[in-house]
């Protein structure tokens, strides 16, 4: 079983930057590929990014693409989310979710993804 434990939110202010950590216990995620999600109060969970097994393969959202690098350290079972230049739109839940099925795909679809993190806020001021 993969447990996923997100940290790193917080406050800060429009224009900041902000690295989001997942860190997974359990099964090793080495060899899944592995995105991040986000959710804002009264709208569907979003898409942001995504990274292949091994990190070769990136996959963002255009919202996001330019200003957020997805990344992760297998030897550490970590996932990475730097959040540069953040805007007040950035604001929401991000969740870190591992896909066991995806196999070399960089899947943008949530319901693809079989364990989830359990979120961490993060909100951007003006």
């Known amino acids: 079983q993969v447990l996923l434990v997100e940290s790193g939110g917080g406050l800060v202010k429009a224009g900041d930057s902000l690295t989001l950590y997942c860190t997974s216990s359990?099964?090793?995620?080495?060899?899944?590929?592995m995105g991040w999600f986000r959710q804002a109060p009264g709208k569907k969970r979003d898409f942001v990014a995504a990274?292949?097994?091994?990190?070769?393969?990136?996959n963002y959202a255009d919202s996001v693409k330019g200003r957020f690098t997805i990344s992760r350290d297998n030897a550490k079972n970590t996932l990475y989310l730097q959040l540069g230049s953040v805007k007040a739109e950035d604001t929401a839940v991000y969740y870190c979710a591992s896909c066991e099925t995806c196999g070399f795909r960089i899947s943008p679809i949530a319901e693809e993804y079989g364990h989830w993190g359990q979120g961490t806020q993060v909100t951007v001021s003006s």
């Open positions: 359990g099964r090793p995620i080495n060899l899944y590929t």
């Open positions: 990274i292949s097994g091994l990190g070769g393969v990136t």
